[in-house]
């Protein structure tokens, strides 16, 4: 059996992310924000003398699997996300508005990527547009069943 714990997010600045994700989507703490540092990280994610800032949010319906923001002390340099690179693309979500959701993100910092787009019929759209963090993260916000 498999099942989905959690979704990492590397950030810059792991609490200003944070506070994008609860600001524009509600997200909740999981647990307080900890420390990781030590040989036990190390050897877990295979990068030595690990210091790692750590903060666990569920989305607000769900206490299931839930978004994780790491804030390492040295970072490695990354070229922004672009949508059509291969490896992990994007985090979607399920909004009850997408205009409204697209409010909140600007509101919050994020930015837009693409544009709306109806992916429905006529009597039953499927809203969809992709957005960003703060960081660059790449966000698919969805509206309807379609």
Same mark, same amino acid.
């Given at each position: 059996?498999?099942?989905?714990?959690?979704?990492?997010?590397?950030?810059?600045?792991?609490?200003?992310?944070?506070?994008?994700?609860?600001?524009?989507?509600?997200?909740?703490?999981?647990?307080?924000?900890?420390?990781?540092?030590?040989?036990?990280?190390?050897?877990?994610?295979?990068?030595?003398?690990?210091?790692?800032?750590?903060?666990?949010?569920?989305?607000?319906?769900?206490?299931?699997?839930?978004?994780?923001?790491?804030?390492?002390?040295?970072?490695?340099?990354?070229?922004?996300?672009?949508?059509?690179?291969? &490896?992990?693309? #994007? %985090?979607?979500?399920? *909004?009850? @508005?997408?205009?409204?959701? +697209?409010? =909140?993100?600007?509101?919050?910092? !994020?930015?837009?990527?693409?544009?709306?787009?109806?992916?429905?019929?006529? &009597?039953?759209? #499927? %809203?969809?547009?992709? *957005?960003? @963090?703060?960081?660059?993260? +790449?966000? =698919?916000?969805?509206?309807?069943? !379609?």
């Amino acid at each position: 059996m498999v099942r989905l714990l959690h979704v990492s997010l590397t950030a810059r600045d792991g609490d200003a992310l944070a506070r994008f994700y609860k600001d524009a989507f509600g997200f909740l703490d999981r647990r307080p924000p900890r420390r990781l540092f030590g040989d036990i990280e190390g050897r877990g994610n295979g990068l030595s003398g690990a210091d790692i800032y750590s903060v666990w949010l569920n989305p607000p319906d769900n206490d299931g699997p839930f978004l994780e923001i790491m804030e390492y002390s040295t970072l490695a340099s990354r070229a922004r996300p672009a949508v059509n690179a291969t &490896g992990y693309g #994007h %985090l979607a979500f399920a *909004v009850k @508005d997408v205009r409204a959701t +697209i409010a =909140e993100v600007m509101r919050a910092g !994020g930015s837009m990527q693409g544009e709306v787009t109806d992916f429905g019929t006529e &009597g039953d759209p #499927h %809203l969809i547009v992709y *957005v960003r @963090d703060p960081e660059g993260s +790449i966000l =698919e916000l969805e509206e309807g069943e !379609g």
